[in-house]
RNA sequence: GGGUGGUUAGCUCAGCUGGGAGAGCAACUGGUUUACACCCAGUAGGUCGGGGGUUCGAGCCCCUCACCACCCACCA
């Protein structure tokens, strides 16, 4: 006997382990059935489950069960994410607590460190991944810092810079003075901020008295200032152009140049230019052949080229020195406060530094060529579509990549440089020795390169190093590329667009996936993001706990359509708990009538003839179509609604309640009942598997797992003549209706659940089928004779019964037929009233009348409309 | 500055190519009748942000205004 009430708790972990027991997770590389390949976005090797991820990995794995369940051999690829600097930071802080630096445990032991955390704490994500019902193929979880992988980004660094698409350059980066790393635009986040905006006054070279007034945001720049640069045009300046000024503190004589960089609306028109710590002034820089005078050491303190007494002093504490000590000279100018917004590294928090070193880039704009025109021919396509927007809005103005960290968690760049600093760029040190001992002629020491490659370096592999590459595997062959990637708008750039280039470079310009499916980010129910210090976040493990996962796929299925923010409400899992318990308790009225282990094995829904029966397998047949055409679509949130829907309304509140009477005698509609519950547990295990494995066993007795099974065939029933016949008993219905002056408003249940006598008759008679609704007067005379309040209950229970018998949809007919009968029920009452009576009274056929030649009228104006529209596009040709 | 999305019931949101406005929750009324009160039956609630246009017909297409988000770039 099942419990009372669904408890998820209970069953869970046994189904999951049972299917993963039986192999349902593994793809077949050696079986015949088309592949179907989910790549998994690796999640952080330090990540725990958020909301965010409990999304994105239930949609991944409603898709892979449901094209499981349609025949297809589906692999979906899991792994893990090396995740640098978060890494790094982690077993850092580790170390700290314990009073050890890095530095002190030198590279080696550190990695080491690192590795032995991994091998301890690193992928709880999956356990939890599990505890969510994600079926991917385990077996197969592949890490970016595997041998495969590492072997797969070698072979990609060494063959881009043999392609010339990557190389060292010597740029500005944005340097993270707490991480002691370059990192990329991308890690860069800009920040609103209210600032100061000072205004410095520079004495002009052999002008006594004369100065030139700059602004700056960030005084402590000054030290290495090489120009100040007015526009070509502006005539304030156009005398000093060419003349030097005497930068304060410092005494360097530099020039005053004209560029076009400087705005003469902005600030005083003349802006000072520090070519080694800005992006711009580097351009100007370049552009007047200026010296590029570093400032900063990698901690963003003052270093030796400036002036003994700001060695060694923190931007920040030197900026407040330099303040004074200008103000002290007299050539501090206006303070104003201003608006503006700073760059921090997203990682570590603190402002970026521009900074000038030497890096590794990709030349993204070259390999984004091929990606973009991929997205633009279609071949692979964004869902929703808007989002190739920002795709090619971002490809399209790519910049070179900056791949290279100065960490040592991650992939170590294959180069190494020998005794003049010639880098030599091969699979292993062994190569790279034999080649530059060509180069040099004789035997050479040499040294590797110290630094690792941004995270995403590897990540942009994924699609192919995961199945083999660069080895030719059957896997690869057999599953790239991908069906669909499903991620947040979130990491288009960071993600989504690398695997593109990369994926188009090396695999001969075949794309990584057909489809891009973009979910939302969840946000708490007020839309705010999810963050520890709001103390806002749900936890999808203690949600699973509370509720089951399956309530939470649920939601977050039926969830999936908004835009961009998914606001996840408590309200709306409870409801979908609800939902399970539902299911839970319609098994449990088979299971009290004694159909619990009724197979339909024997039992074909296409052979049923009881109209009710018809109608809820066509209903069935309906929903099973619209989840279908929903998931293929990515449209989460129609199937969900679909198989709800079904299930709560055709299933459970009409069918089991109609069938009550009958059921007990008639055979067909027993098996009718098992089938149609059995079929609806099968479109729902993509996005319930746990409840649903549960009944099937439980309820059914079915030996095979859902998982493993197939998606139900539905029997389409032709029903165009019942649609006809009920059509002209509703017809005759309002008639007799309208005849006996009894009110319209149906109340079904009084009817269906009945108490009276009279209307057990009138129920007996018609729920053994249509056959007798065709003794519809008979009906109606019974009804006549009870009293008025039964009468009332019968034909409300007659208006919905019939086109239940018909296999018409007749909700929709229903809601219709009410509609109607509401307006004209007002319609009654006024005359009803105007001649004193109580009620209705016998004139109401007539309202009855006037009311649809009215309607009448208006289909007519709307078909005329149409004729009209019709022949002016034929005329127009 | 460039771009994207949003504004539909009290709340959170669906509404796919233009053809009689929907769901969940909340509210209200009635109901424990042999699956389920995590329930059943029913009721109420909308100038689809404002204005203009196209069309026989607009929540949906076009123009415009307002407000709210987000992304990118930059800021002397």
Avoid at 26 to 54: E, F, Q, R, W
Avoid at 345 to 353: A, L, M, Q
Avoid at 626 to 648: C, G, K, T
Wanted: charged share 25%; net charge negative.
């Amino acid at each position: 006997m099942l419990n009372k009430t669904y408890n998820p708790q209970d069953i869970e972990t046994k189904w999951y382990e049972a299917s993963e027991k039986a192999g349902a997770f593994a793809c077949d590389p050696s079986s015949d059935k088309t592949p179907y390949t989910i790549m998994m976005p690796p999640p952080n090797v330090t990540g725990s489950l958020h909301m965010g991820h409990a999304l994105t990995f239930t949609l991944q794995d409603v898709l892979i069960r449901y094209n499981r369940m349609n025949g297809k051999d589906a692999l979906w690829q899991p792994g893990m994410d090396h995740a640098g600097i978060a890494t790094q930071m982690v077993v850092e802080r580790q170390l700290a607590a314990k009073d050890i630096n890095r530095r002190d445990l030198g590279r080696e032991a550190f990695v080491e460190k690192i590795w032995e955390w991994k091998a301890e704490s690193g992928g709880m994500i999956e356990h939890q991944q599990r505890h969510l019902g994600a079926s991917a193929d385990w077996e197969r979880s592949r890490f970016t810092m595997d041998d495969g992988l590492s072997e797969a980004v070698r072979r990609v660094f060494v063959k881009l810079h043999k392609d010339g698409l990557i190389y060292r350059d010597k740029r500005l980066v944005n340097w993270d003075p707490k991480l002691l790393t370059a990192i990329s635009d991308l890690e860069v986040e800009q920040k609103e901020q209210t600032g100061k905006m000072w205004q410095l006054h520079y004495p002009i070279e052999g002008e006594e008295g004369r100065f030139i007034t700059v602004a700056t945001t960030r005084p402590e720049t000054m030290l290495g200032d090489m120009a100040v640069a007015v526009h070509p045009e502006d005539e304030r300046y156009a005398d000093l152009v060419g003349k030097h000024v005497l930068l304060p503190l410092v005494g360097r004589l530099i020039p005053i140049v004209a560029d076009s960089y400087s705005d003469p609306e902005k600030g005083t028109g003349a802006v000072k230019i520090t070519p080694a710590h800005d992006f711009n002034d580097f351009e100007v820089g370049k552009r007047h052949d200026l010296e590029l005078l570093n400032i900063f050491d990698q901690h963003a303190a003052l270093n030796e080229n400036v002036p003994e007494a700001y060695q060694g002093l923190d931007r920040f504490v030197a900026r407040e020195k330099i303040l004074a000590d200008l103000e002290a000279l007299g050539l501090l100018g206006e303070i104003t406060d201003n608006q503006m917004t700073v760059p921090h590294g997203d990682r570590s928090g603190v402002v970026i530094e521009p900074w000038l070193m030497d890096q590794w880039y990709v030349d993204a704009a070259q390999l984004a060529i091929p990606a973009i025109k991929a997205v633009e021919e279609g071949r692979t396509r964004f869902v929703p579509e808007r989002w190739s927007k920002t795709y090619f809005e971002w490809m399209r103005n790519i910049q070179p990549w900056c791949v290279s960290r100065q960490l040592w968690w991650g992939h170590r760049i294959p180069a190494w440089y020998g005794p003049d600093g010639t880098p030599f760029i091969e699979l292993d040190e062994a190569t790279a020795q034999e080649a530059a001992n060509a180069h040099y002629g004789e035997a050479v020491s040499l040294v590797q390169d110290e630094d690792v490659l941004d995270t995403w370096f590897s990540s942009a592999l994924w699609p192919f190093s995961t199945i083999g590459w660069p080895e030719d595997t059957a896997e690869l062959k057999r599953y790239y590329p991908g069906d669909v990637l499903v991620t947040g708008f979130d990491i288009i750039f960071f993600w989504v667009a690398r695997m593109m280039m990369m994926s188009m470079h090396f695999m001969d310009g075949e794309v990584p996936f057909k489809d891009v499916y973009i979910h939302a980010l969840v946000r708490d129910e007020k839309g705010q993001k999810m963050s520890k210090s709001k103390g806002n976040v749900l936890d999808p493990l203690d949600l699973t706990a509370q509720y089951g996962a399956d309530a939470l796929r649920f939601t977050l299925t039926a969830m999936a359509a908004q835009g961009r923010d998914l606001k996840l409400s408590i309200n709306r899992i409870e409801s979908y708990r609800n939902f399970a318990t539902k299911i839970w308790n319609a098994a449990r009225f088979l299971e009290f009538n004694e159909l619990s282990g009724t197979t339909d094995a024997g039992f074909d829904m296409a052979s049923a003839n009881l109209p009710v029966n018809r109608w809820i397998i066509s209903k069935l047949g309906d929903a099973s179509a619209q989840v279908s055409a929903a998931l293929e679509a990515y449209r989460f949130n129609e199937a969900a609604d679909a198989i709800y829907q079904f299930i709560w309304n055709s299933y459970c509140d009409w069918y089991l309640e109609f069938i009550k009477p009958v059921l007990k005698d008639s055979e067909e509609t027993r098996q009718t009942a098992v089938a149609v519950l059995r079929a609806a547990l099968h479109i729902l295990h993509p996005m319930m598997p746990f409840i649903t494995e549960e009944l099937n066993e439980k309820i059914f007795g079915a030996d095979e797992m859902l998982i493993t099974s197939s998606w139900p065939t539905i029997p389409q029933h032709d029903d165009d003549s019942q649609i006809d016949f009920v059509i002209d008993v509703i017809t005759e219905i309002r008639t007799m209706r309208a005849e006996m002056n009894v009110p319209l408003s149906a109340k079904p249940d009084l009817l269906i659940r009945g108490a009276n006598p009279a209307q057990q008759k009138v129920l007996s008679d018609m729920d053994s089928s249509v056959q007798k609704l065709g003794r519809l007067s008979s009906v109606v005379m019974q009804a006549d004779d009870m009293p008025k309040q039964s009468a009332r209950s019968s034909l409300g229970a007659v208006d919905i019964a019939l086109p239940l018998a018909g296999i018409l949809d007749f909700e929709a007919e229903e809601a219709r037929l009410r509609k109607e009968i509401k307006a004209t029920e007002a319609e009654i009452d006024k005359i009803a009233r105007k001649l004193g009576n109580e009620g209705f009274i016998a004139k109401a056929p007539e309202a009855v009348v006037e009311e649809n030649k009215r309607r009448l009228a208006e289909e007519q104006a709307r078909a005329d409309g149409l004729t009209k529209a019709l022949s002016r596009l034929q005329s127009e040709g």
